[in-house]
T-cell receptor, first 113, second 114 residues
Framework: AQSVTQPDIHITVSEGASLELRCNYSYGATPYLFWYVQSPGQGLQLLLKYFSGDTLVQGIKGFEAEFKRSQSSFNLRKPSVHWSDAAEYFCAVGPFGYNKLIFGAGTRLAVHP | GAGVSQSPSNKVTEKGKDVELRCDPISGHTALYWYRQSLGQGLEFLIYFQGNSAPDKSGLPSDRFSAERTGGSVSTLTIQRTQQEDSAVYLC????????????FGPGTRLLVL
């Protein structure tokens, strides 16, 4: 069965520090991959997505993610975190021909000033 | 342009009552999805519409849950005889077509069953 694992439930970083959020998936082929962010009381906003091609994907708000087929991973990175990045981050996969997204459990990010 | 809207934003109901949750997708989006976000289960897929048809209802947790979509636009998720375990945030998303398309999410309806 398809699944998504986000190993870190909570992460705390200092403002200006770099960030990496981990995501691993289990699927027989390469799925479509997404990162969403959810601020308190808000819906989900798409940060970036990977369908094919260049394995390093640029997104909004200065985020990027790298697809590594050999590791079945799609980790999200940001070189310098801002206080406004505090939110919950969800990795999701859409299996080929998908009509639904399968989400990880989420990683809650706290940013210290 | 306008995004996905959902109403009500919050709903408190008593156990055993029926509730209706509404989703207005982005105009022109043919695909519509319902998800549920709860503390114990994370984000779960419930049902998918393509136009007015629902080819995938695999995520509906019981026959108390049903959904319809009319005119290829507005969708209503109905929960009959609500139970406390139905308490969650119900999220709606839409996309222009299906497959390969990004899903755009609404702000959700927070349901509390007392």
């Amino acid at each position: 069965a398809q699944s998504v694992t986000q190993p870190d439930i909570h992460i705390t970083v200092s403002e200006g520090a770099s960030l990496e959020l981990r995501c691993n998936y289990s699927y027989g082929a390469t799925p479509y991959l997404f990162w969403y962010v959810q601020s308190p009381g808000q819906g989900l906003q798409l940060l970036l997505k990977y369908f094919s091609g260049d394995t390093l994907v640029q997104g909004i708000k200065g985020f990027e993610a790298e697809f590594k087929r050999s590791q079945s991973s799609f980790n999200l990175r940001k070189p310098s975190v801002h206080w406004s990045d505090a939110a919950e981050y969800f990795c999701a996969v859409g299996p080929f021909g998908y009509n639904k997204l399968i989400f990880g459990a989420g990683t809650r990010l706290a940013v210290h000033p | 342009g306008a995004g996905v809207s959902q109403s009500p934003s919050n709903k408190v109901t008593e156990k055993g009552k029926d509730v209706e949750l509404r989703c207005d997708p982005i105009s022109g989006h043919t695909a519509l999805y319902w998800y549920r976000q709860s503390l114990g289960q994370g984000l779960e897929f419930l049902i998918y519409f393509q136009g007015n048809s629902a080819p995938d209802k695999s995520g509906l947790p019981s026959d108390r849950f049903s959904a319809e979509r009319t005119g290829g636009s507005v969708s209503t998720l109905t929960i009959q005889r609500t139970q406390q375990e139905d308490s969650a945030v119900y999220l709606c998303a839409s996309s222009p077509l299906t497959s390969l398309e990004t899903q755009y999410f609404g702000p959700g309806t927070r349901l509390l069953v007392l």
